[in-house]
Structure formats: C-alpha cells, structure tokens
C-alpha cells in the first residue's frame, strides 16, 4: 500500500475532498515523526509502538580499496507491533518453536536451525 492509497481509504470514509484525505495523512505522518525526532515513545493500542532505539559506532570497511570507514553511533526508528496486530496477521495461534520442553523437543524439527550435518 503506497500514501495514495492510504490517502484514498481515509477519502473514501467519509465526505471528505482529496486534499482533506491528505491533510489528515500527512499531519498523522509528521505527528509520529516530530514526536521520534523529540526521543518520544508513540503508542496506538491494538496497532504498536514507534520509538527511537541507540545504534552504536561500527567499524566498516570499504569494499573497493579495502580502506576502514568509521560509522557513527545514531539513532535509529524501530517499530514494535502490538499482540493483536501480530495474532492478526498470523491467524490460528502460530505458536513459536523457539521455546520447547525437554520431552516436547524429542523427534521434532526445529524448521530455523536444521540439525548439523
């Protein structure tokens, strides 16, 4: 889903002019980002929250010539969904494998980590 569609579904809600449907994306959009640029934390119930997370200094390397290139620490937007925003998109209770019982883990496939070879 791109802006312009989101601009059309909140048109297409009410009697409202395109411009109306933009003004309101728009001002929900630099809403969420004035308030990371400000280091506060937003939280929708049901949807997520959207705060800023410290990224430290890296040590890089350029590929070309192979000279090491000094990456800041910053801080980077990190988004985390809500428990009925994540059941609803994974519908029928998926449940992790990441966490079994010691009898549970017997004769079962782990699907991310195949046994070695």
């Known amino acids: 889903m791109t802006k312009a569609d989101l601009v ?10 395109r411009r109306d449907g933009e003004i309101i994306v728009d001002t929900l959009f630099e809403s969420v980002i004035g308030a990371l640029r400000s280091g506060d934390k937003i ?7 959207f705060r800023t ?20 620490a910053n801080r980077v937007p990190f988004f985390k969904p809500s428990k ?4 609803s998109v994974n519908p029928g209770g998926v449940k992790s494998t990441a966490r ?7 004769g079962s496939v ?8």
Do not use: Y
């Open 8 to 17: 059309d579904r909140v048109t297409a809600l009410g009697d409202l002019t």
């Open 100 to 106: 079994k019982s010691a009898e549970g883990a017997e």
């Open 84 to 87: 009925e925003l994540r059941d």
């Open 43 to 49: 939280e929708i119930r049901g949807f997520g929250s």
């Open 110 to 117: 782990d699907t991310h980590h195949p046994p070695a070879m």
């Open 53 to 72: 997370r410290q990224r430290n200094s890296r040590i890089g390397r350029n590929p070309k010539p192979g000279v090491r290139v000094d990456g800041p």
